[in-house]
């Protein structure tokens, strides 16, 4: 089964590059099958990884930044995949 984890978060004022920085220097043990990181507007950093484990695994998430670089808590989803079905 394929599960893919979000991660999103929103900088504060004019600190989106720091956030986007911060992100892509979180490592994760052990590695996702895959991870890809996006930007939007207003700061908004979204990391996806993707993971051959089954829904309800144990598996590894990013952190919550420091405060003084979000404006507000992480969000996190967890979805698996429909394909097949």
Do not use: N
Request: proline residues 11%; charged residues 30%; without cysteine.
């Amino acid at each position: 089964m394929t599960v893919a984890l979000m991660w999103e978060a929103r900088a504060a004022a004019g600190r989106g590059e720091e956030l986007l920085a911060w992100v892509r220097g979180q490592g994760l043990a052990p590695e996702p099958v895959r991870r890809e990181t996006f930007r939007a507007p207003q700061d908004r950093v979204l990391v996806i990884t993707w993971w051959d484990a089954p829904y309800d695994a144990d598996l590894p998430e990013l952190p919550e930044p420091d405060a003084p670089l979000v404006t507000r808590p992480v969000h996190r989803w967890r979805f698996e995949s429909a394909d097949g079905e």
